[in-house]
């Protein structure tokens, strides 16, 4: 190969790792900006409640059923990030190792993390009773395409 072709081929070479470096810092920069999952889904469902054409009074039954939802999952985050914690301090002592403890917290943990997944359960139904049929496909669509994307359904 001549070496003004060897060049281009570099050239070609590193442009194309800086157009992939610079779409790497990118994604990252834009998820950084995202947040964490659960905020994002929190701003999709309170941005669906506010554009639903709901009447006044189904509204308000689902911003107060949201709010609690947020509130009961608020405390048990905590409540598992605490729980975490502990163990962390139990594995970070120095002397005897309280294993009964330890086992403890995960039991807890994995208790706390069945009453999350219950909450959810029990959340979903709730909107679904208070949208009725004729607004809860519209919102958990709307909701859907917000978090995860795909086709509105009609």
Known sequence: MKPENKRWVMIFSLALNIGFVIMAAYGLYAHYLAGPSHIRHIQAIEQSLQELDLPPQIKQQAKAEYSR??????????????????????????????????DQNWAKIFELGSRKYALVKEHLMNMHQILGPEYSAAFFNDVKLKTQGGEKQK
């Open 69 to 102: 939802f947020l509130n009961q999952m608020g405390l048990i985050r905590s409540e598992i990030r605490a729980t975490g914690h502990n163990n962390f301090e139990l594995l970070s002592r120095e002397g005897t190792f309280d294993q009964q403890a330890f």
